[in-house]
């Protein structure tokens, strides 16, 4: 059973330039949630997907923007690139399914994203 | 909003000796979900342990316990025997299905070092 794969490892971009990282969650999960992780610090929530919408959204601009694919797969575009984009990405799937609580949230690996 | 405050940035214990990390959060909500989880230097966050809050048993996933104090707001991990493979730094996180929608919210985390 596979868990939650995310693409690329890492990668280098330049200000200004756009970027999109991609997510597939653990088999039987219909809900993606996105998080950025500054070095040294806890990782905060960006936004959620279930049933390809955004259900919740953390305090990110719009800069940050995803999608979620009939096969549950997930994307997170950044436009604009920052220094302070560089992070650690990581995105967690979930099973909600119309219930009111969701299961537990399991972790990908993350995408590291240096910023120059 | 909640919070969550692990004031320990780093802790070290000896290998098969018992280590304590603390963490406290603040919430005006009376439902809601705390976990540990793991992150080693691969970057995989591992859930570690979970509670519930109305359960007023603490949990409990082999080497690892939680003290759960409700009225305090506080909620500290053991980790008994320690191994080698138990230095990581660890998160504690909230969850209010309620208020937030399954979002995690993250303290700054704790670095553990075991000694050999």
């Known amino acids: 059973d596979a868990g939650v794969t995310q693409s690329p490892t890492h990668l280098i971009k330049t200000r200004g330039q756009q970027v999109t990282l991609r997510c597939s969650p653990k088999?039987?999960?219909?809900?993606v949630s996105w998080y950025q992780q500054a070095l040294g610090q806890g990782p905060q929530f960006i936004f959620q997907?279930?049933?390809?919408?955004?259900?919740q959204r953390g305090n990110f601009p719009d800069r940050f923007s995803g999608h979620q694919f009939p096969n549950y797969s997930s994307e997170l575009n950044v436009n604009a690139l920052l220094l302070g984009d560089s992070a650690l990405y990581l995105c967690?799937?979930?099973?909600?399914?119309?219930?009111?609580?969701?299961?537990?949230?399991?972790f990908g690996p993350g995408t590291r994203l240096t910023v120059t | 909003a909640q919070t969550v405050t692990q004031s320990q940035p780093e802790m070290s214990v000896q290998e098969a000796e018992t280590v304590t990390l603390s963490c406290t959060y603040d919430?005006?909500?009376?439902?809601?979900?705390l976990f540990w989880y793991k992150q080693p230097p691969s970057r995989q966050m591992i859930l570690v342990i979970r509670?519930?809050?109305?359960?007023?048993q603490n949990a409990t996933e082999n080497r690892f316990s939680v003290n759960f104090q409700k009225a305090a707001k506080s909620f500290s991990l053991k980790i008994s025997d320690s191994q080698l493979g138990d230095a990581a730094m660890y998160f504690c996180?909230?969850?209010?299905?309620?208020?937030?929608?399954?979002?995690?919210?993250f303290g700054e985390g704790t670095q553990l070092t075991v000694n050999p």
């Open positions: 996180a909230y969850r209010s299905d309620v208020t937030s929608g399954s979002r995690l919210t």
């Open positions: 997907y279930y049933e390809e919408e955004e259900r």
């Open positions: 088999s039987g999960h219909d809900t």
């Open positions: 919430t005006s909500e009376s439902d809601y979900y």
């Open positions: 509670q519930e809050a109305y359960k007023q």
């Open positions: 967690a799937s979930s099973f909600l399914s119309g219930r009111a609580r969701g299961s537990e949230q399991y």
